[in-house]
């Protein structure tokens, strides 16, 4: 069964670093894998979805990578802002050829950027 | 822009109740989804549909049910409220193709609180 980790659960630094979020997964046999940012008390907003054709796609400040072959996805902040502050969260199918595209989710990393 | 509508921020409920949460979206996706999110568990699917009046049993589906008798609109149904449904719940829709690389849209949430 397709599992989801992502490491750490929380972060904290100083307006205007870099930083990498990490997630990783069991099953490497995914379509694909969506970065997902959540605001307090709010629902999911769609950030980024990287195909599993794909190495990485870009957003803005965002650069989400998937290296399919040892399970792992990277989401790149660059400068990052106070506004960036949020829990984000990855997710992938449940298998290759699975479900009709439900998805299985990380517990999350909540962000902190400091001013 | 994809609109999915949570008829409810906040609801509070007694135990023995029977509770309806609707969710409408408004871009003709066939896959409907309803999620509880809980801290320290994330987000887990409850019930899924790929279709008006099909439907398909997620992770947790226990004490749930649900109704999709049009497309935009699909109904999370908690037949006797305990206490132990207190949660958020997030509805999300997509695309439906088979094997997808869609992305998931969510709503804002809906914070049910079961007394």
């Known amino acids: 069964k397709q599992e989801v980790t992502q490491i750490p659960a929380a972060l904290s630094v100083p307006e205007g670093e870099n930083l990498v979020l990490n997630c990783s997964f069991t099953?490497?046999?995914?379509?694909?894998l969506q970065w997902f940012r959540q605001d307090p008390g709010k629902g999911l907003t769609s950030l980024l979805l990287?195909?599993?054709?794909?190495r990485e796609q870009t957003s803005g400040r965002l650069n989400a990578s998937l290296d399919k072959s040892s399970g792992r996805s990277t989401l790149y902040i660059a400068a990052s802002q106070p506004g960036d502050s949020a829990t984000y969260l990855c997710a992938v199918p449940p298998r290759y050829g699975g479900s009709q595209g439900n998805l299985i989710f990380g517990k999350g990393t909540k962000l902190s950027v400091k001013p | 822009d994809v609109k999915v509508t949570q008829s409810s921020r906040y609801l509070v409920k007694r135990t023995g109740e029977k509770v309806f949460l609707e969710c409408v979206q408004d871009?003709?996706?066939?896959?409907m989804f309803w999620y509880r999110q809980d801290p320290g568990l994330g987000l887990r699917l409850i019930y899924f549909s790929y279709d008006v009046k099909m439907k398909e049993k997620g992770d947790i589906p226990e004490g749930y049910s649900v109704s999709r008798e049009k497309k935009e609109r699909f109904s999370l149904i908690l037949e006797s409220a305990s206490t132990n449904q207190t949660s958020m719940y997030l509805c999300?829709?997509?695309?439906?193709?088979?094997?997808?690389?869609?992305?998931?849209?969510f709503g804002d949430g809906t914070r049910l609180s079961i007394l």
């Open positions: 871009m003709d996706h066939e896959n």
């Open positions: 099953d490497s046999a995914i379509y694909n």
């Open positions: 999300a829709s997509s695309l439906l193709l088979l094997n997808s690389n869609q992305p998931q849209h």
């Open positions: 990287i195909q599993s054709s794909q």
